[in-house]
Each structure stands twice: as C-alpha cells, then as structure tokens.
C-alpha cells in the first residue's frame, strides 16, 4: 500500500509565499505522474499543476509565472512553490500520486490561506 502525505501549508499574507511538499510511501514500485489540486469552499476541486515523472510540467493558466511544480524522483517527493499568493487562492491543497501498481492516490490535503 501506498501513503501520500502532504505539508507545508498555513497562514500567509497576501502576496505572500508558501513552499508544499508531498511525500510518497509504502511499496512503491514507480512513481509516474504526480500533481498538486485545490478546493476551495463550495467549489470543485481543481488542477493547480502537474509534473511527470520526466519532469514535464503543466500549470493551470492562473498560476503561471507564479507557482513552480518540481519533485525529487529518488525521494519519491514533488513540491510546490507558491509566490504572489492572493486570498481566492486559500484552498485546501491536495496531492496526486499516479503509483504503477496502486494507481491513483491522494493524499489528505493541507490547508493554504491566504490574508488580505
């Protein structure tokens, strides 16, 4: 069984910078694609950005330019660095993990908000 562990989220001032972190665990036999989604309240959750196993990225347009999606393939780990935050981005942040055997697991989600 594989575990997906998320940290690094809390409080930040608007315009402000937050790091996630997303662990993998378990019997892992690869890693493939990983990614990171948020929910705010009353809305669907939705892609913020996605990382291949080869390092291909892709970001949903309204992060670009801020967010950098990158992981650490021998960890296991995929990261986020958020910059230039803004209060409709408080959310709670979800991990995405595409394992070869378990398929797709998520993890239990960090809270990220954003003060104006």
């Known amino acids: 069984q594989v575990q997906v562990v998320e940290s690094g989220g809390g409080l930040v001032q608007d315009g402000g910078s937050l790091r996630l972190s997303c662990a993998a665990s378990g019997r892992i036999i690869t890693v493939n694609d990983m990614g990171w989604y948020r929910q705010a309240p009353g809305k669907q959750r939705e892609l913020v950005a996605s990382?291949?196993?080869?390092?291909?990225?892709n970001y949903a347009d309204s992060v670009k330019g801020r967010f950098t999606i990158s992981r650490d393939n021998a960890k296991n780990t995929m990261y986020l660095q958020m910059n230039s935050l803004n209060p409709e981005e408080t959310a709670v942040y979800y991990c995405n993990v595409n394992e070869r055997s378990s398929g797709t697991i998520w993890g239990q989600g960090t809270q990220v908000t954003v003060s104006s």
């Open positions: 990382i291949s196993r080869y390092g291909i990225t």
